[in-house]
C-alpha cells in the first residue's frame, strides 16, 4: 500500500484509530509506504512544528511502519526544485499512490494548492498566502512572524495521479469550500473542486461541515449512506455524519 498522509488537527482522530486497530493487533503496517504531501521551507526537521516532527509524534512512532518506507520533503534541501523532481520520482518508482488522505482548509485548498493553483501542477515551491499564515500562526504561538512564508507541496496534479482519495471536511469553517467542492463547477480558485473529476474520490463530513450544501443535497446523500449501511454493514446512519462522495465518484464505506 502506498498513501499520502497530512498533518493538522484534522486527521488526528483518524491517526488515533489507525494507531488503536494497530495495537489490537488488527493493522499492520510494515508493507505501507508513505509520502507526506507537504514540508514548510527552512523549519528545522526537529522543529515541533515541522510536518516531519507532526507525523513522528502522532502517528510513526506508535505503528510498525519502517523508517525507511517514510518519505517527507525536505524543506531545508540544498535544491529546493531539486528536492520536488526527485520527490515525483520516488512516488512514481513505487507505482504511485494507492491512497491519498487530505483535508482542505476555508479556501479549500488541498495540501499547500491554494486558490489559484494550477490543476495539473506538480510538487513544487509554493509562497504561502497571507490568510493561510495567519491560520497556522495558532501552531507558532500565536505569532505570525513565526511561521514559514514557503512550503514544498506536492501538486493538484499528482493529487489526481492517486488511484484514490478520502478527504476529510469537519466544522463550520469548512462549510463553504465543501459547497465549493461539490456543489459549484471545477474552478482552479478552489482546487478542491477539482476531485469532481477523479474517479474513486470520497469526502468525508461531519454535520458542522454541511451548513452551506442545499438541503436536498444533505438529504440526497444522508439517504444514500443510509442505504449502504443497511446494505454491507447491517447498521444504522448516526444522524450527525454525512459522506458525500464527489461527482462521478464511486462510493465506499466500512463502520
Not at 162 to 177: F, I, M
Request: hydrophobic residues 40%; aromatic residues 8%; charged residues 25%.
Amino acid at each position: 500500500m502506498f498513501g499520502t498522509w497530512r498533518r493538522g488537527s484534522t486527521p488526528l482522530p483518524t491517526y488515533r484509530h489507525l494507531i488503536k486497530l494497530h495495537k489490537a493487533g488488527k493493522v499492520s503496517f510494515k508493507h505501507v509506504v508513505t509520502f507526506n504531501m507537504d514540508e514548510y521551507c527552512g523549519l528545522p526537521r526537529d522543529h515541533p512544528e515541522s510536518y516531519h516532527s507532526f507525523m513522528w509524534e502522532n502517528l510513526f512512532k506508535h505503528i510498525d511502519i519502517v523508517p525507511e518506507n517514510v518519505h517527507i520533503l525536505d524543506g531545508n534541501a540544498p535544491d529546493l526544485e531539486k528536492e520536488c523532481a526527485e520527490y515525483e520520482k520516488k512516488i512514481e518508482a513505487v507505482g504511485g499512490i494507492e491512497l491519498f488522505l487530505a483535508g482542505i482548509g476555508p479556501d479549500g485548498h488541498i495540501a499547500f494548492n491554494e486558490p489559484g493553483s494550477s490543476l495539473t501542477s506538480r510538487t513544487r515551491i509554493k509562497t504561502l498566502a497571507y490568510d493561510t499564515i495567519l491560520a497556522n500562526a495558532r501552531f507558532f504561538g500565536d505569532d505570525i512572524d513565526k511561521v514559514p512564508h514557503m512550503a514544498l507541496t506536492v501538486g493538484v496534479g499528482t493529487v489526481m495521479d492517486a488511484r484514490e482519495v478520502v478527504l476529510l471536511v469537519t466544522g463550520a469553517h469548512k462549510s463553504y469550500a465543501l459547497h465549493k467542492a461539490i456543489e459549484d463547477g471545477i474552478n482552479h480558485m478552489w482546487t478542491c473542486s477539482c476531485l469532481q473529476n477523479h474517479p474513486r474520490a470520497l469526502i468525508v463530513c461531519d454535520e458542522d461541515a454541511t451548513l452551506e450544501l442545499k438541503v436536498k443535497t444533505v438529504k440526497y446523500f444522508k439517504g444514500l449512506m443510509k442505504v449502504m449501511v443497511e446494505r454491507e454493514c447491517g447498521g444504522d446512519l448516526d444522524d450527525t455524519t454525512v459522506i458525500a462522495p464527489s461527482s462521478q465518484s464511486k462510493t465506499a464505506a466500512t463502520s
